[in-house]
């Protein structure tokens, strides 16, 4: 056994540049598959966190009709109780109730379209990270004259207002009529969305049901459930306990985001399959060659009653072991490659114009351990099934015939 | 003096080709133990496909081989290779090691793959090369080797297990008359010192001298089975011996 691993050994180094080259294109198969692999869960890690994680939430609940017509009168039930039931469930982190209307909200010099969320703001802070992503000012803790409100800074530059400033937001009322209030912004809020950012302003529930003269009224009820995968799952759920509101998942509402997802998903694993095919390919034809190369050697071999199965083992050594020093090396350089453009960043090509779009410029590829080490197995699987084929060839050689040729 | 093979009617046709070729044709012969026996004859004459047959590289289309009262027709595929690797001792034409091994290495080989203990295996290797005169090569690699001390190195792979008899199709073909000389001599050597059946194909009239008993094959068929008695057997040149028999 040592001997025969020995000899695959030496038989390896006997044509050094053609091994050399395949080992190398293992490392760079290895080094690619990593590389896509990472970009595509940075990508969807960051798309994640940017749009379901701070936006959105895993699961939402509204008056079925409010999807159609976003109003007041069209709220949930007892909302607020629904909420804290929904908290206290063991599947789901938190669910935050709001009161959400669309209303104009105006500076000095300037007045926009936006979507007003009355927030209950520790809870909201628990379920879309809210007073994390505030980046100036500060997140409901003041307690002045006007009401605070928190807004993005793509509007803060677009209204040309700051952390302290004066604004003024407009809104119906529970009787249809436009009513005026105004507001301090307490903090700006930053999320690479800034179409979300221009549009989307949150005050206390209770600030907003004052103005629009109603208590309590909660046409939103975002969830964040324990396990993101289960989605589907605890949405189902929830329908059959409250058969009187829609209950939609994080698929459901941004369903953009889901097919992209998807689709890179799928992508990937195309990517993955090519390489390591190509790889096998490659490995499977320098095996071959190599054996082709020793037709008299190995009929030597089988005609001194070296077994079959023996010619068989020690083919399959010599491309397990070009695949193992190809498979190492190129996971430690994998392992290298990530760690350090998981520090500086990789930068999308034209990523300032993805930013409006909700995507991130930079993205930080990162992967689990265990992703290494799969993908190094399966390759090293393929390897070895690269090699049967010249082996088989190899022992069907005729010792008699074999040992004839010139 | 024990018979180690007897072959009757032993036939081959290759079969593959347009026109049907007999390689051998209804050869009966006997080797005993300790003979040196060179088969001879033209090319194509049948020389390898004998020998093939006879070492079980090859499966004989008519006829019998009995080697140590087995008949080897009758074993199986896996079989064979056992029987080869245990009472089977090979030199072919060229190309006979492993290039990646070196000189004690490839003549451990086949010790290795009959499982033998490896302190045994090691000294055998060492003696075997002393034996061919490739002390000095021990640890050399065919590569660096000539191709007579190649071929050395392959006899003495194929003596070192002790085998029952060592099959040598042409094992000078390659080889300049010097080297052929001294190979024989070595193998005649052998022959006698460790008194193992040698068998050797050749159509070099050089070489042919140096064995005791010289088969002639023509056109497949035995044309003659003479026995001389070399008492200096390999250490001179010249046709010294005398005939004893003759066959037909
Ligand atoms: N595999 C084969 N298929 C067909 N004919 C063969 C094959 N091997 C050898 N022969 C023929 O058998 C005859 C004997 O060949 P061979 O045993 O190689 O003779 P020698 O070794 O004396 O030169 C030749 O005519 C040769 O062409
Ligand atoms: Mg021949």
């Not at chain 1, 000095?108 to 379209?113: L, P, Q």
């Not at chain 1, 095919?277 to 320098?286: I, P």
């Not at chain 1, 390759?379 to 022992?395: C, D, H, Q, R, T």
Request: hydrophobic fraction near 45%; charged fraction near 20%; avoid cysteine.
């Amino acid at each position: 056994m040592k001997t025969l691993i020995k000899i695959s050994w030496r038989n390896i180094w006997r044509n050094r540049s053609r091994s050399v080259t395949i080992i190398s294109a293992i490392i760079l198969g290895l080094m690619g598959g990593v590389f896509s692999a990472s970009m595509r869960l940075a990508l969807e890690q960051q798309q994640f966190e940017d749009t379901i994680d701070n936006q959105v939430s895993h699961i939402q609940l509204h008056h079925p009709d409010f999807i159609a017509n976003p109003e007041a009168r069209y709220h949930i039930g007892g909302g607020v109780e629904i909420a804290s039931e929904l908290s206290k469930r063991d599947d789901i982190t938190v669910a935050s109730p709001r009161t959400v209307v669309d209303g104009m909200i105006a500076s000095s010099n300037m007045n926009s379209g936006v979507t007003i969320k009355g927030i209950n703001p520790e809870i909201e802070a628990r379920t879309t990270g809210l007073e994390d992503l505030v980046t100036e000012g500060t997140y409901f803790t003041e307690k002045g004259r006007l009401p605070s409100v928190i807004i993005g800074q793509a509007l803060a530059n677009k209204l040309n207002s700051y952390a302290g400033s004066r604004l003024v937001l407009t809104l119906q009322d529970v009787d249809g009529e436009m009513v005026s209030s105004s507001f301090r912004v307490e903090g700006l809020y930053k999320l690479s969305s800034k179409s979300f950012e221009e549009r989307t302003v949150f005050i206390n529930a209770s600030d907003l049901n004052r103005i629009i003269g109603d208590n309590d009224i909660v046409t939103e009820i975002a969830v964040v459930i324990e396990n993101p995968d289960d989605y589907r799952k605890v949405a189902e759920i929830l329908s059959g306990l409250y058969p009187n509101a829609k209950v939609r998942h994080w698929a459901d509402l941004q369903p953009s985001l889901y097919y992209s997802l998807e689709v890179l998903g799928e992508a990937l694993i195309w990517i993955l399959i090519i390489i390591i095919m190509a790889v096998s390919f490659g490995l499977l034809n320098t095996i071959l060659m190599s054996i082709l190369e020793r037709v008299r050697e190995l009929g030597v071999l089988l005609a001194v009653g070296m077994k079959r199965a023996k010619v068989f083992s020690m083919i399959v050594a010599e491309t397990t072991i070009i695949a193992l020093i190809g498979g190492i090396a190129g996971l430690f350089m994998s392992w290298g490659m990530i760690r350090f453009l998981g520090n500086t960043g990789v930068p999308i090509p034209g990523g300032e114009g993805l930013e409006d779009f909700g995507y991130a410029s930079v993205l930080y590829p990162r992967l689990e351990t265990a992703f290494y080490f799969e993908i190094a197995i399966v390759l090293v699987i393929f390897a070895i099934l690269a090699s049967v084929y010249p082996a088989w060839k190899a022992i069907r050689l005729q010792p008699a015939e074999a040992v004839r040729q010139e | 003096m024990k018979t180690v093979i007897k072959t009757t009617n032993l036939s081959k046709v290759y079969s593959g080709t347009a026109v049907p070729v007999h390689a051998l044709k209804n050869v009966n012969l006997e080797f005993k133990q300790g003979e040196f026996t060179a088969i001879v004859g033209p090319s194509g004459s049948g020389k390898t496909t004998f020998l093939n047959v006879i070492g079980g590289l090859d499966k004989p289309t008519g006829g019998h081989v009995v080697i140590d009262g087995v008949d080897i027709a009758t074993m199986k595929e896996s079989q064979l290779f056992d029987f080869r690797l245990r009472h089977i001792g090979f030199v072919f034409q060229a190309y006979n090691l492993i290039p990646v091994l070196t000189a004690v290495e490839n003549v451990s080989f086949i010790m290795l793959l009959q499982n033998r203990p490896k302190a045994e295996m090691e000294q055998r290797a060492k003696e075997m090369l002393e034996q061919v005169g490739l002390a000095d090569k021990l640890d050399v690699r065919p590569g660096k080797l000539s191709g007579g001390q190649q071929q050395r190195v392959a006899v003495a792979r194929a003596l070192a297990s002790r085998p029952d008899f060592v099959l040598a199709d042409e094992p000078t073909a390659n080889l300049d008359t010097e080297s052929a000389f001294n190979l024989l001599d070595i193998m005649a050597r052998l022959n006698r010192e460790e008194n193992i059946t040698l068998i050797f194909s050749t159509h070099d009239q050089r070489v042919i001298e140096r064995a005791r008993r010289v088969i002639t094959l023509v056109d497949g068929a035995v044309a003659s089975d003479e026995y001389f008695d070399r008492e200096t057997s390999g250490e001179e040149n010249g046709q010294t011996g005398q005939v004893m028999t003759a066959t037909l």
